[in-house]
């Protein structure tokens, strides 16, 4: 089973879907002409509230896919899923990128683009609206949505923090 510590977690018995986010390629220029290597952003999840991302560095495009899988799945955290959907509107900000995750009803989709649409399909949110404002860099748009989605609360979880009841948080 999975230990979770604080909203980390650990990948003991978790069936971890992987998804690729994006494939680099980079160039270093030598005496004796030009080395090509790849580097590949990963996120994992369980759809089911849990995700963690990853990044691998190779001389191959499935060697570096493989590293960002097992990089991956050293950084997992906990998310709360409420419905299908995230628990309250959250801004995360991560380097230039900056997101806005809201709520939506049930039939709206993932209303996401590129990197943090990733994100939010391997965590489990089927219903949810999502901005991407600043850069659009995949590696500082993938960290700020995980940001956003570690700093969200459950109901249960303002409730423990207050030190009150569930009814007294919906009803003063």
Not at 11 to 39: C, M, P, Y
Not at 59 to 73: F, L, N, R, S, W
Not at 89 to 96: C, D, I, R, S, V
Request: no cysteine; aromatic share 2%.
């Amino acid at each position: 089973m999975a230990a979770i510590i604080g909203n980390r977690v650990k990948a003991s018995d978790i069936e971890l879907k992987d998804k690729l986010v994006s494939v680099n390629r980079v160039t270093k220029v030598t005496k004796g002409g030009r080395t090509f290597s790849f580097s590949a952003i990963v996120v994992v999840g369980d759809e089911n509230g849990i995700v963690g991302h990853g990044l691998g560095k190779a001389k191959e495009v499935t060697e570096a896919i493989t590293k960002g899988i097992d990089d991956a799945k050293k950084n997992l955290i906990k998310v709360p899923i409420l419905k299908g959907t995230v628990p309250h509107a959250q801004k995360g900000k991560f380097g230039g990128a900056e997101v806005l995750l809201k709520p939506a009803t049930n039939g709206t989709g993932v209303i996401a683009g590129g990197a943090m649409r990733a994100v939010l399909e391997s965590v489990g949110v089927h219903n949810v609206l999502a901005k991407s404002q600043g850069s659009s860099n995949p590696h500082n748009v993938v960290k700020a949505t995980i940001n956003a989605l570690a700093s969200m609360r459950d109901a249960a979880a303002v409730a423990r923090q207050r030190g009150i009841s569930m009814d007294k948080v919906f009803n003063g």
